[in-house]
């Protein structure tokens, strides 16, 4: 899809649209889907119109949805099989594949979700071998102004290096332990009980490339995902120590950037294999977010 197509008016995200159009969402990522209903009966064309934009743009974003669970999945299953995450007391025990994230708490204490999810730069699952390839994330309830996501562009952080850089980079892996986020981020911040020796077995560390092709677009990007990265293989401590510090701030540099205020409604589709994600941390318990986020595995898509 060219991107002269798309209106180049700032956009008008509480704009409701007469029929589907599709315009930037920012400079740095992402394509708003507007006047268009997910519930709807879609044709293979207009699916494959939006996995070519969501290749392209690596985030499309639908605001104003009415979902049930079942119509999230049901929407998702056209892009791809779904996964069920690996912390799975977090999966609505009757439709696993929707993985729930919140602050809030049952009336007996217990959690409504996982609180504190991803609030770190990261992209999901990096730490299997085969990474999903996409998750969409549908917000039920979010507190005004805050616990926005932030959204960076790994293309543009790729296509942003000097030559040598990405000569250097090219052909480099880099191992990602889920093990190391839980140890660095998950259990200093207490919000959710740490994953169970179970959980971490499953998840033993993975090597990936640092420099990944998009099969859809035949484009590079960077594969960073800062809070599961420990170590580039081949390099002593210190040299990788400093290739990591460089690539987590190369690529969170604001050019590549997006930051999303969340709606009631809004439902956020990102490409893991080109950008990355950060939620932040700005709300607190009074402060009710609930969102709905299902996955799709990397492998046999698009
Ligand atoms: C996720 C995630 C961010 C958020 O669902 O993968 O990182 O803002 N969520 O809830
Ligand atoms: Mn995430």
Redesign the pocket.
């Known amino acids: 899809m060219a991107s002269e197509s798309f209106s180049v008016n700032a956009p008008e995200f509480n704009q409701t649209c007469s029929e589907l159009t599709l315009r930037p969402v920012s400079p740095a990522i992402g394509i708003e889907v507007c006047g268009f209903d997910i519930r709807g009966e879609h044709e293979s064309s207009l699916i494959d119109t939006l996995k070519e934009a969501l290749a392209e743009h690596c985030f499309l974003f639908f605001r104003g949805q009415e979902l049930t669970p079942n119509e999230q999945v049901s929407f998702s299953q056209r892009f791809g099989k779904l996964e069920k995450h690996v912390l799975n007391d977090y999966n609505l025990k009757d439709l696993p594949e929707i993985y729930v994230?919140s602050n809030k708490k049952e009336n007996n204490g217990e959690p409504v979700g996982r609180a504190g999810?991803?609030q770190y730069w990261?992209t999901?699952l990096s730490y299997v071998k085969n990474p999903s390839f996409g998750?969409l994330?549908y917000a039920i309830e979010v507190p005004p102004n805050k616990?926005d996501?932030l959204f960076a562009n790994m293309y543009r952080a790729y296509d942003a290096l000097s030559e040598p850089m990405r000569d250097f980079f090219e052909g480099l892996k880099v191992v990602h332990d889920f093990a190391h986020t839980q140890r660095t981020y998950i259990e200093p911040a207490g919000l959710t009980k740490p994953a169970s020796a179970e959980q971490l077995a499953k998840t033993p560390p993975v090597e990936q490339p640092l420099v990944r092709v998009h099969p859809k677009t035949g484009r590079k990007s960077l594969y960073v995902s800062p809070g599961m990265m420990t170590q580039v293989v081949g390099l002593n401590a210190l040299e990788s120590q400093a290739i990591i510090n460089f690539l987590v701030s190369h690529t969170t540099q604001p050019e590549f950037v997006y930051r999303h205020r969340w709606q009631k409604g809004d439902l956020v589709f990102w490409d893991n294999w080109a950008s990355m994600?950060c939620?932040l941390d700005d709300y607190g318990p009074d402060d009710h977010r609930l969102?709905h986020?299902t996955t799709i595995e990397g492998q046999n898509v698009l």
């Open positions: 994230l999810a991803g990261h999901d998750s994330l616990g996501t994600h939620a969102m986020r």
